[in-house]
């Protein structure tokens, strides 16, 4: 089993920053993608941010220039750096990890999530 524990969310003004990370726990033979989403009340999840094996990252288009995502596979961690923070971006954000597991299944988890509040 992987657990994925998210940190870094919270409260901050419009225009700030926040870094929010993930880290995979348990036996891992490989990660393929990392992904964040975030849910907003009263609408759906919806995709952040990718990064691929092989370095390819994707964005949603409300997030480009602002969001960047970076993964340490040594440490089994994936990272959101988010800039210039705007209201909207208000949503509970959920790191999602593609992976290959014991004894050779390739399988989907999600994190618990963690709230990014954007208000003054």
């Known amino acids: 089993q992987v657990r994925l524990q998210e940190s870094g969310g919270g409260l901050v003004q419009p225009g700030g920053s926040l870094r929010l990370s993930c880290a995979a726990s348990?036996?891992?033979?490989?990660?393929?993608?990392w992904y964040w989403y975030r849910q907003a009340p009263g609408k759906q999840r919806e995709l952040v941010a990718a990064h691929t094996k092989n370095g390819g990252t994707n964005y949603a288009d409300s997030v480009k220039g602002r969001f960047t995502i970076s993964r340490d596979d040594a440490k089994n961690m994936v990272s959101l750096q988010m800039n210039n923070l705007k209201p909207e971006d208000t949503a509970v954000y959920f790191c999602?990890?593609?992976?290959?597991?014991?004894?050779?299944?390739?399988?989907?988890?999600w994190g618990q999530g963690t709230q990014v509040t954007v208000s003054s």
């Open positions: 348990g036996t891992i033979f490989n990660i393929y993608n």
């Open positions: 999602d990890v593609d992976v290959l597991v014991p004894p050779g299944y390739r399988k989907e988890f």
